[in-house]
């Protein structure tokens, strides 16, 4: 059985009430390992164009629960300015009867072939070039939200490859006229969990010590 390794790393571990994404954050490197807690200050959104200025043009999928007109018309800015050379969504199937209008909008935006749902409250944002391969998991939705808010931001390509394939398996599943289906789909993610290597715990991020910096 394959087992997937990683080169060491360290964590850096940031906290701030009131820092911008891009003062928080800072620069990207490779093989990062970043967590930070804000005090909700900046969205979602914010922590993709920083690190769109980091990495370059990149592609990217979208895990949300819920988004803002705002936020979704700025991931389109970005895709018409090619900063994102695709973008697609993955978001809870109860998006079309909570937010009819968002999710009408979403679909004008980005076209039904861009976006599929499952039973979902999973937040994460696969962003991926040449040359990173970055996987960021949140509580974050993609909209501004005024609580205590925590992300994950790794430079980490099996992390990556995997989250990929798991997103890429729903894309696959499902035609373009079955994008917001009402039915329970959480069985077309969790499947293809079971399935994986990183799931079964194979994977070890072999973590050097602590460098921690609040």
């Not at 850096?12 to 009131?18: E, F, L, Q």
């Not at 490779?30 to 993709?48: A, M, P, R, V, Y």
């Not at 499902?174 to 399935?195: H, I, Y």
Request: glycine residues 6%.
């Amino acid at each position: 059985m394959k087992a997937y390794k990683t080169s060491p790393r360290k964590r850096r571990i940031i906290a701030h009430g009131d820092a911008a994404a891009e003062a928080m954050i800072g620069p990207l490197e490779h093989g990062c390992e970043i967590f930070g807690l804000t005090g909700g200050q900046f969205s979602f959104i914010d922590i993709l164009e920083h690190c769109l200025s980091q990495i370059g043009q990149a592609h990217c999928v979208i895990a949300t629960w819920t988004a803002s007109y705002a936020n979704i018309e700025k991931a389109m800015r970005f895709t018409n300015d090619s900063r994102l050379l695709s973008c697609r969504w993955l978001v809870d199937r109860s998006f079309k009867t909570r937010k009819p209008d968002l999710c009408k909008h979403l679909v004008d935006t980005f076209g039904p072939h861009a976006i599929r749902t499952a039973s979902s409250h999973a937040k994460f944002l696969l962003l991926w070039n040449d040359e990173w391969n970055i996987a960021i998991r949140t509580s974050m939705n993609l909209n501004q939200n005024p609580r205590v808010e925590n992300f994950e931001i790794s430079d980490d390509r099996n992390l990556c490859d995997y989250m990929r394939g798991l997103c890429e398996s729903v894309f696959c599943g499902e035609g373009d006229g079955l994008a917001f289906s009402t039915k329970n789909e959480t069985e077309k993610v969790t499947t293809k969990m079971t399935t994986g290597e990183l799931w079964q715990g194979k994977l070890s991020l072999n973590m050097a010590p602590i460098s921690l910096t609040v």
